[in-house]
Each structure stands twice: as structure tokens, then as C-alpha cells.
């Protein structure tokens, strides 16, 4: 009987013990996992990367006489001149350089920065101002034709941004810029054989088609202002799409005679006034952090 007794309590301890230990089992089972850590990434520090996109501008030159003689040949003179129009063109084309800054990330949202970049620049363009130059004698079918380019160009820009992401970055910027512009205008006159001497000024196209010339070639100063898009692709690399409006400022050229024949009188001229430089520019970069 004893041994009965204690076969049915050893038996009733075994199944406990393993009902014990499923239940264990199950409770660890059904234990939700932990998810893994969200990778976290600063913007903090410095960069460098390069750039490539297209810049183009409407633009305008308008001529205006700047003494008796060339009064007298256009539409202010008695000869039978007319007003020479506006010249209205477009200047545009590819934009291409490097581009370096730092980054502070001051919060998870939030952040500021300093860029500064340099672009080379194929941005050019020209036009005509057709109109009638008349002499003492007779007219003549003329034309202003004026280009202007922009040869390379830099800011130095801060920056705002907005994180909604953490590999996201969405900014403005704004600040200074320079650039080298070019600009030349020549006036040509069909049949090439007018002349004039009057106020102790005068010109003489005999022999030479482009008988009034101007250019400059000057390093502007200016500002610009824009905004734009960065994604985290790698760790340290970053894709960018920016916009930027860059202006630096207006000018004039002096347009004048190449040949003044009249002893004891002055080459004649025109001005021609070119609207501001500014100019609207769409590029991609990629960035490498340090």
C-alpha cells in the first residue's frame, strides 16, 4: 500500500512539474519581442560636394545718344532718323562647380548652416535694335547688336532648415553673390558710307561696318536668395535639388564712334543701359560629410 501511496505522489509531482514548465514555456513565448533601435544620424558638421544645373534671364539694353552728333542721327535730329528700340533677349545656359558648409543640427527639426560655392557658367544671349540713322544726306537701315554673358559666378549663403524626417532636409537660404559679366554692342549701318560732324562732335562709318563699339568685362557684386531639398541617401553622402535667384545689379556700356574725322571734334557715342543681371538658376548636387 505504501508504495501505491507513493507511486501516485510521484506521479502527481511529475505532471505538476511539467505543467509548471509549459506554462513557463508559453509565457516566454508569447513575450513581444523588442523592436530594434531607430538608426539616428546628425547633421551636424562640415561638407563638400559639386553641382550642375541651368541658369537663364530676360534681358533688355536700351540706347540712348550722348551728344549732338548722335542726337541729330536718330529721332531727336532733323535728319530722318528714328528712336533706336529696346533690345529684349534671353540669356541661359548650363551652370556647373563645387560648393562647401558646415551644418549645426540644434535640435531633432531644426538647423543652420553656412554655404559657400563657385560655378562656372555658359549663360549667354544677345539681340537687335533695328531703326533708321540719318546723316545730312540720306538714311540708313542700322541695328544696335548687344549680348551679354555671365562666365562664372559664387555665393555665400546661410542657411535654415526643417527636418520633418531625419534623413529630410528642407531649407532656405539667402546671402551674397559676385560674378564676372560680359557684355559688347556694336552698331552696324547699311550701306556702310555716312558721316556727320556737329557740336564738336562726329563719326564717320566709311569702310567699316561696325563704325560704334562698346564692351566691359567687370566682376559684379550682388545677392541671392533661394531654397531647396537634401536627401540622406548614405550615411555621410546627400542628394540635393536647389533653387536659386542670384542678381548683380545693372550697367551701362559706352557705344563709341571708331573713327572721328574732323579735326578738333570728339569720337561721337550712345549709352547702352543693360537691365540687372538677375538671373534664376536649377541644379542637383550631392554632398559628402565629413
Not at 80 to 86: A, E, F, S, Y
Not at 87 to 99: E, H, K, P, R, T
Not at 140 to 161: D, H, L, M, N, P
Request: glycine residues 14%.
Amino acid at each position: 500500500m505504501r508504495c501505491l501511496q507513493f507511486s501516485l505522489l510521484a506521479a502527481i509531482a511529475v505532471i505538476g512539474f511539467a505543467s509548471i514548465t509549459h506554462a513557463a514555456d508559453l509565457q516566454i513565448k508569447v513575450q513581444p519581442q523588442s523592436p530594434p533601435p531607430t538608426p539616428t544620424y546628425s547633421w551636424t558638421g562640415f561638407y563638400v560636394g559639386a553641382n550642375a544645373g541651368y541658369g537663364l534671364k530676360e534681358d533688355q539694353a536700351t540706347f540712348t545718344p550722348n551728344d549732338p552728333a548722335s542726337q541729330a542721327i536718330t529721332c531727336t535730329g532733323p535728319n530722318g532718323g528714328t528712336c533706336p528700340p529696346p533690345a529684349s533677349f534671353n540669356i541661359q545656359g548650363a551652370v556647373g562647380g563645387l560648393q562647401a558648409g558646415y551644418n549645426w543640427q540644434f535640435n531633432q527639426n531644426w538647423l543652420l548652416g553656412l554655404e559657400t560655392d563657385f560655378d562656372w557658367s555658359g549663360m549667354q544671349g544677345s539681340g537687335s535694335s533695328s531703326f533708321i540713322l540719318g546723316d545730312a544726306l540720306t538714311t540708313y537701315f542700322s541695328s544696335f547688336q548687344a549680348s551679354e554673358s555671365v562666365k562664372w559666378f559664387g555665393t555665400v549663403r546661410g542657411r535654415f532648415g526643417f527636418l520633418p524626417a531625419n534623413n529630410i532636409l528642407l531649407y532656405g537660404t539667402g546671402g551674397f553673390a559676385y560674378g564676372r559679366v560680359d557684355e559688347n554692342v556694336a552698331l552696324n549701318t547699311s550701306p556702310v558710307g555716312n558721316n556727320l560732324s556737329f557740336g564738336g562732335f562726329s563719326f564717320n562709318c566709311a569702310g567699316i561696318p561696325n563704325c560704334f563699339l562698346g564692351s566691359s568685362s567687370r566682376i559684379a557684386a550682388g545677392w541671392t536668395l533661394g531654397g531647396g531639398i537634401e536627401l540622406l541617401l548614405w550615411q555621410n553622402v546627400s542628394l540635393k535639388a536647389e533653387y536659386l535667384y542670384v542678381d548683380l545689379g545693372g550697367h551701362s556700356v559706352n557705344v563709341v564712334a571708331q573713327s572721328a574725322p574732323f579735326v578738333g571734334t570728339a569720337p561721337s557715342s550712345f549709352t547702352a543701359a543693360y537691365s540687372a543681371v538677375g538671373f534664376n538658376v536649377l541644379r542637383a548636387g550631392l554632398n559628402w560629410k565629413f
